[in-house]
């Protein structure tokens, strides 16, 4: 077990180094702003007495480095300073939009794993049939289209044409959770969609890779039949490739989830970030982007953490 | 042998196609089969010759991409063509068993052996859990392998490459079946272990009259373990006879190009007096990066114009003496001297010229050479390089050499490595490095992976050559009929350390250090006879690893 | 029953009959599933799903009758070799292939095939189809159809642009990387996880809230992000080749690390890097055109497709369509050469086995 321990240890430690350096490239990008932020925040027109007053309310006038562990200091208790443009508290924009955000990929999630994992399992297993082609050809379309052309696709359908659920997805405090699943579906829809279709093929790929060991073609000749060799000798080498298909596409979903919440006026945290990033809003933007990045840190680690501890040549050392 | 007996498996024309660039092709071509209760076939072949589709058809067995499209299959009167797939399963694991060629990646990593071994017993509700554990237990221990008690508890990943072996020809034996069929078992194990697997496999199908299939390329072992042998050839049946009878008589001029002992030997050279060598390996330590050392203190010399031959098994570091030499792995201590100058260790600090000295020819022609350049060029670069050749003098050259290794220059200069066969490889991959004009090649096992009859082509070429151009050759091989055709000294490693050396001669005479006399007892002969004999000489119990763990690496009997 | 209901059924019940008789059993499937399927459509949506249905299936029919003549016509202009191996390419990828033809020419002849410039304004705002205007208006009054058009060129271009720099930086980086190993290959694969380590769409929006929306700047940080990615597959795929004896024997010749790289890596690595170029074309289509749909793209007046449904987007909710046509666009390239990519993929690991 210590050898697990060890290696889960490391790899914790490398995911907390990464985040580090993510941190430092986020925090001094800024710093490569032609002028400083001051600059470009009042814009060309700005007075001097303007612009130092500026700089000193945003600490400008300290050295880069100070103001960097200033805010890395504040980044790990949640605090990102003030928007530059409205004055309010970084937490307090993003923080509910955070969660709104989580909602929405979660409730994505909830339906798209499941359904993705089985008919990836059964493509598999029907592999070169048509019913396999037509998946590939499916799956593939809606990978290639843009989250924004689904999105609106079904706006034109669900929401104008057969007016099923609302286009634009509003939120307020006194919704019960069955309107919140309602308001909140078209933009899941998109996201599922879009997420099934990776995780599909990538189970697929997962399980036929699987399928090809020696070792199964062995059970197969011991005469197993068809849904032991499956249970019993596919499924336990499978947990590996298939968590890491799950951590991949959640992670994929981050992404995705900013057009989305654009496309439906979602009010999440990819929303923020994208109205931060046209108004020049550099604290939100920097914190927006901390956050992403950190989930999408840790949904990897998650499933490296998972492959570890599910590979059975580590479980059972010599 | 058991002639006169009931008809087990009867394979009538049977014919599998292959799916390759989409279309179905052809790759066996109607093949017979007749196998009797208790009897043991050998089908031999080269690579490619659908020895290995034929065994998993006789299972009723097609595997992914193939197809039986014609012919018949008929196991214990029951046509397995027709069958269904859940008749053909009831078969598989119970009355028809598998022993595949890689024991370490065809056991599920996921169980413990004993569960593996049990499973298909509990599936055809023959035994319940214990009983089955028990019986495992007692075929472990038949199959000698250590701790039987415990050994099935373990994982795969737990348990060396031999051992697991004998546990899955123990798990192919877990029903008794009526027919195993061996996919290549020992291929993929050392000469010292083979032998002890064989013995093991021997003894079980004599026991248990069980009828085998016996799949391998190798003939010396396909000797002693068949009671009758086929040859296939590009999925065609060559010929078939009782093997005494093949061994002695071959018909076709196939198998009597495989049979073809190895005929041609020449005379030892003796060591030029006071002479300085031409390489000379100075008590050198190596390891890989962070590892053990894999070299301890090795130190032999190669003279001019003589061949050396490094002999020893997998992971005995003769390989890694080679990178060595060549400079791909500085050694952590002692060094290696060009004509009494030292060598510098790593080879990108070697000049031109030293480094032009010691060329190298590799065991796989197929990644030792490029296949998307053209053969003129292959073998014109190192002209080109070290000597600047460039136009006609250049083409000239590359004629000279393509001459120099019988090949028709104008045939063969303008195409690729692909379209050559491997004989023709291995001659390009000599004529690469004699363009350099060196006085050393290391010849990294270049006649391993070919037939017998071309591997002979190649070392003549390889002593016209050292005649001609007076070449020094360092020869690793771990084929003893090799060294004692072409070597003029041998030099014996085991675990990292030359356990003895000495001239030709006195090596293949008694008496031997215990590891080279484990050796060169290990290797197979074409003699049905050799295993029965050797297993009477030694003991079982003195074969194999249990051999190898008790020979002292300090036995005073090395000699320097 | 409507006529057209009556022969929908009978024309797909016979397929299904002929198929079976002929022991047909892929089309006798497709075509009775397709009859039981519509059966509960038709009796949900009426003739009109019945209608979508079947103008689906013509669709799906012209586009691989379209995907079959191309592929003839490639095989009957191109060499011997080139030929067989077209022959082997699936529907899917030659109608991939037809669809990157088709945006080729439109991308290089867009000022000869546009009826309009791309920032002419010769309407009223969100006109209407006429004869002038083929598909009508925009927001500013813009003809849609020549600025779709003009759209082949720029966001095409643009995503090419950006993937060739990507690619240029990510192989040349995996291939030294491969050649040299040691200490430049553990840097590089550390650099190439940190980079990775930040989704893609997060790390342009850094970047360009940070420099601008500009043409330049989209290039250099799709470049920075998507090189980890072609560094990561290279580096895999010049490590399968950087073992082999005849690297070895090379080295050992004392040949540089360029003329290893050029004679003796790259041509036994092109088959995989091509398929990966197309891959990497996609994600960076479809990551620029993600970014000019939240209007940090190409900026206007030029015409771009991801911005152009941003701005009709309002159409969307009167059913007009109009503003989902370069949405698709998108869509076609990518799954297009998505599906050339495919086949690739399958030919190259089809070789392997």
């Known amino acids: 077990m210590g050898d697990i321990l060890g290696l889960v240890g490391k790899r914790l430690g490398l995911g907390v180094f990464i985040l580090f350096v993510i941190s430092i490239i986020i925090f001094f990008m800024v710093e490569l702003l032609p002028g400083d932020i001051a600059q470009a925040v009042l814009g060309q027109g700005a007075t001097e007495e303007n612009l130092a007053a500026l700089r000193k309310q945003m600490g400008l006038d300290q050295p880069a480095i100070m103001r960097y562990l200033d805010w890395l200091s504040g980044a790990v208790f949640l605090d990102f300073g003030n928007s530059i443009v409205t004055g309010e508290r970084v937490t307090a924009v993003i923080g509910e939009r955070f969660m709104n955000t989580l909602f929405l990929a979660a409730y994505a999630a909830v339906i798209a794993v499941p359904v993705a994992i089985v008919l990836g399992v ?57 309107e919140l699943l309602i308001r909140t579906f078209l933009p899941a829809l998109t996201l599922v969609l879009v997420v099934m279709a990776h995780m599909m093929r990538m189970t697929r790929a997962a399980i036929i890779n699987l399928l090809a060991s020696p070792y199964i073609e062995m059970a197969r000749l011991k005469g ?9 000798h596919a499924l336990p080498n499978a947990w590996a490739p298939i968590i890491n298909v799950v951590a991949l596409n959640l992670a994929y979903l981050i992404t995705g989830v900013v057009l989305v919440e654009v496309v439906f006026v979602y ?19 920097q914190a927006c982007c901390l956050i992403f990045a950190a989930t999408f840190i840790l949904l990897n680690l998650a499933a490296d953490v998972g492959a570890i501890l599910t590979n059975p040549r580590l479980r059972h050392p010599k | 042998m058991t002639n006169k007996k009931e008809v087990l498996l009867e394979i009538k024309d049977l014919e599998i196609q292959g799916y390759s660039d989409e279309t179905w092709v052809d790759i066996i071509k109607g093949v017979d089969l007749t196998l009797h209760r208790g ?44 069958a269904s797939e859940s008749e053909k399963r009831a078969l598989r694991g119970h009355r028809i068993a598998y022993v595949a060629q890689s024991a370490a990646a065809s056991f599920n990593p996921s169980h413990k052996l004993i569960d593996q071994y049990s499973e298909a017993p509990l599936q055809y509700r023959l035994k319940k859990r214990t009983e089955a554990q028990e019986d495992a237990m007692e075929l472990y221990e038949k199959l000698r392998l250590p701790n039987p008690q415990e050994i099935g508890f373990r994982y795969p990943h737990q348990v060396s490459g031999g051992q697991l072996q004998r546990a899955m020809t123990a798990m192919a034996m877990s029903c008794k079946p009526d027919l195993i069929i061996f996919d290549e078992p020992t291929t993929a194990l050392d000469v010292t272990t083979q032998i002890e697997v064989l013995a093991a496999i021997r003894d079980i199908v004599d026991e248990y009259n069980t009828a085998a299939i016996y799949i391998t390329h190798d003939l010396a072992v396909v000797a002693q373990m068949a009671d009758t042998i086929k040859v296939l050839l590009k999925g065609e049946e060559v010929e078939e006879a009782p093997t005494k009878e093949m061994l002695d008589s071959p018909k076709e001029d196939y198998t009597k190009s495989l049979w073809a002992v190895r005929s041609f030997k020449r005379d030892q050279k003796e060591r030029p007096k006071d002479g300085t060598p031409l390489i000379s390996v100075r008590n050198v330590d190596a390891s890989y990066t962070g590892g053990d050392k894999v070299l301890d203190d090795v130190s032999f010399d190669v003279y001019e114009g003589m061949t050396v031959a490094v002999v020893g098994e997998s992971g005995s570091g003769k390989s890694t003496t080679a990178r060595v030499i060549t400079g791909l792995l500085p050694p952590s201590k002692g060094e290696v001297l060009f004509k009494g100058e030292p060598f510098p260790p790593d080879y990108r600090n070697r000049t031109k010229d030293q480094l032009r000295q010691c060329q190298m020819i590799y065991q796989m022609a197929d990644t030792a050479l490029n296949p998307k350049v053209k053969i003129a060029e292959i073998i014109g670069r190192p002209a080109q390089f070290y000597s600047g050749l460039s136009g006609a003098a250049l083409k000239n050259r590359v004629d000279e050499l393509l001459d120099l290794i019988e090949l028709e220059p104008s045939k063969y200069y303008n195409r690729y490595p692909p379209e050559l066969s491997g004989g023709q490889k291995q001659r390009i991959g ?3 490095a004699l363009a350099a004009e060196p006085t050393f090649i290391v010849c990294d096992e270049v006649t391993s992976a070919l037939d017998q009859l071309v591997a002979e082509g190649i070392l003549k070429l390889l002593d016209r050559l050292q005649k001609e151009l007076n070449l020094a050759y360092m020869f690793i091989t771990h084929d003893l009929a090799t060294v004692r055709s072409i070597a003029d000294e041998v030099v014996v490693m085991q675990h990292g350390k030359v356990v003895e050396q000495g001239p030709k001669t006195k090596m293949f005479t008694p008496p031997h250090h215990p590891y080279t006399d484990l050796l060169l007892s290990s290797v197979p002969e074409m003699d049905p006879e050799w295993l029965t004999t050797l297993l009477e000489e030694r003991g079982v119990d003195n074969v194999g690893d249990a051999a190898t763990a008790q020979i002292d690496p300090n036995d005073p009997k090395i000699s320097g | 029953m409507s006529w057209f209901v009556i022969i929908y059924y009978t024309l797909l019940l016979g397929t299904s009959c002929l198929a079976a008789f002929f022991n047909k059993r892929q089309i006798f499937l497709v075509a009775f599933g397709l009859t039981l399927v519509s059966f509960i459509l038709g009796i949900i949506g009426g003739p009109a799903a019945l209608k979508a249905v079947a103008i689906c299936a013509a669709l799906l029919g012209l586009a691989a009758m379209v995907s079959y003549a191309f592929r003839e016509f490639l095989i009957q202009i191109a060499s011997d070799e080139m030929g067989k191996e077209l022959r082997t ?15 080729a020419v439109m991308g290089v002849f867009a000022p000869w095939i546009a009826p309009h410039g791309e920032a002419e304004v010769i309407a009223s705002a969100f006109a209407p189809p006429d004869q002038n205007m083929l598909l009508g208006a925009d927001q500013l009054g813009r003809d849609m159809f020549s600025r779709i058009i003009y759209g082949a060129r720029n966001s095409v271009g643009l995503a090419l642009a950006a993937t060739i720099a990507a690619f240029v930086l990510g192989a040349l980086a995996g291939l030294l990387a491969a050649t040299k190993g040691g200490w430049f290959d553990q840097f590089m694969g550390r650099v190439a996880d940190v980079i990775m380590s930040i989704p893609s769409l997060i790390f342009a929006l850094l970047m360009l809230s940070i420099f601008g929306p500009h043409i330049h700047v989209i290039i250099i940080a799709v470049a920075v992000i998507y090189a980890p990615r072609v560094f990561r597959l290279t580096r895999a795929v010049a490590g399968n080749v950087v073992v082999m004896d005849y690297i070895e024997a090379a080295k050992l010749r004392g040949e540089g690390t360029w003329y290893l790289i050029r004679r003796e890596i790259l041509p036994n690595s092109t088959a995989p890097l091509v398929a990966e170029f197309g891959l990497e074309f996609c994600f960076v289509f479809l990551l620029v055109a993600g970014l000019s749909f939240l209007g940090l793209g190409i900026q206007p007046p030029t015409a771009d497709w991801g911005s152009m449904v941003r701005e009709n987007a309002t159409l969307i909710s009167f059913g007009d369509i109009t503003p989902l046509i370069p949405a698709a666009a998108i869509a076609l390239l990518t799954v297009g050469v998505n599906f050339v990519v495919d086949w690739m ?5 089809g070789l392997k086995e």
């Open chain 1, 122 to 178: 059964i493509v598999a297993l029907l592999r070169n049939s048509i019913f396999d082609r037509v998946a590939n050809v499916v799956t593939l379309s809606f990978i290639s289209s843009p989250e924004f052309f689904l999105g609106y696709i079904l706006i034109l359908f669900f929401a104008v044409k057969w007016q099923m659920f609302p286009a634009i997805s509003s939120l307020s405090e006194d919704m019960t959770l069955g």
């Open chain 1, 224 to 232: 197993a039949p068809p849904w032991k060799v499956i249970v019993k």
């Open chain 1, 267 to 285: 009010p999440g945290i990819g929303q923020a970030l994208v109205d931060a990033v046209s108004k020049r809003d550099f604290p939100v933007v």
């Open chain 2, 39 to 82: 009897e043991v076939l050998g089908l031999i072949g080269e690579s490619g010759a659908g020895k290995s589709t034929i065994g998993a058809a006789a299972m009723g067995y097609a595997r992914d991409g193939t197809r039986i499209s014609n012919g018949s299959i008929e196991f214990d009167g029951m046509e397995l063509t027709t």
């Open chain 2, 430 to 432: 000599i004529a690469r």
């Open chain 3, 89 to 103: 390419a699936p529907m899917t990828a030659a109608f991939g292939m037809f669809v990157m033809f088709t945006y």
């Open chain 3, 345 to 349: 993929l399958h030919r190259s690991s």
